[in-house]
């Protein structure tokens, strides 16, 4: 069923890409936004509220191998990445679940006592208002959070902003 979700969204948003006002016709640039908190802690699932925040780490937003945008976390952890325009490159990964924000900064940096931990601390990407647990409302098996998805993702295309937000960060 996320395949067949995931299939849906991508070839509707083709459609879509392609009837959107483009260059000189558009009166917004469609852009894509990324914001969280990284947590200093080491673990799966970390509940970013729970435990003290990041300060000054190297964040970035990895696509397929590929690094698609970088920046540093402000003094109480907080980062966002503002990806630019939206394009089938991003958009695609983003679709396909092959996003993740990275840490690059060692969790040392924000406690000497975490300098034994080995791994990455790393967090996959949804767009906001994707569940991304198959269930949708209204009881359409699925049928409303797609609907909603993809109304979400034309909106941004249409001039608006598309959100994106890390899910919980595991270190890997």
């Known amino acids: 069923m996320a395949a067949s979700k995931s299939l849906l969204a991508a070839l509707l948003l083709i459609v879509t890409v392609g009837f959107a006002p483009h260059g000189?016709?558009?009166?917004?640039?469609?852009?894509a936004l990324i914001a969280g908190v990284v947590p200093c802690s080491a673990g799966s699932s970390i509940n970013a509220?729970?435990?003290?925040?990041?300060?000054?780490?190297?964040v970035q937003l990895m696509c397929g191998g590929k690094v698609m945008a970088s920046t540093k976390t402000d003094r109480s952890g907080a980062f966002t990445m503002n990806l630019g325009t939206?394009?089938?490159?991003l958009l695609a990964p983003l679709l396909g679940n092959q996003c993740k924000v990275v840490v690059v900064t060692p969790l040392a940096a924000c406690d000497a006592s975490l300098a034994s931990v080995t791994g990455t601390?790393?967090?996959p990407v949804q767009l906001l208002g994707d569940s991304g647990s198959g269930s949708?409302?209204?009881?359409?098996?699925?049928?409303g959070g797609l609907i909603g998805l993809i109304g979400q993702i034309v909106g941004g295309l249409l001039g608006g902003i598309i959100n994106i937000i890390p899910l919980p960060f595991s270190v890997v």
């Open 49 to 58: 509220a729970t435990v003290p925040a990041f300060p000054n780490a190297a």
């Open 86 to 89: 939206v394009t089938t490159p």
């Open 121 to 123: 601390l790393t967090a």
């Open 136 to 143: 949708g409302s209204g009881g359409l098996g699925g049928l």
């Open 24 to 31: 000189a016709e558009a009166n917004k640039a469609p852009l």
